[in-house]
């Protein structure tokens, strides 16, 4: 269940922090009543960027085939990587 707190909780940075490392869930923050900002662990957002280069790759390979790439073998992938990486 997701993490919802007002802004003025912001002053009690400790607790977030702890909060944020112990839940590992971002947690939002509103302004207003309204979604304003995002707080979260560095390894949680480390995470986050991992998983998103992943899906970006995974994007523009599928656009690429869109546009007409040749898509190849799994086996010659995988020949093709093993000599570029260990000759």
């Not at 919802?4 to 909060?19: G, V």
């Not at 560095?42 to 546009?67: G, H, M, P, W």
Request: zero cysteines; hydrophobic letters at 35%; aromatic letters at 10%.
């Amino acid at each position: 269940m997701p993490v919802i707190m007002p802004i003025k909780e912001l002053r009690n940075t400790s607790e977030i922090s702890d909060m944020a490392h112990k839940t590992q869930e971002p947690i939002f923050i509103t302004k207003n009543g309204y979604s304003d900002l995002v707080v979260m662990s560095s390894e949680l957002y480390d995470k986050f960027v991992k998983t998103n280069r992943i899906d970006q790759a995974i994007y523009e390979s599928e656009k690429e085939l869109e546009e007409g790439a040749v898509s190849i073998d799994l086996n010659e992938a995988f020949e093709k990587l093993n000599r570029k990486y260990y000759g």
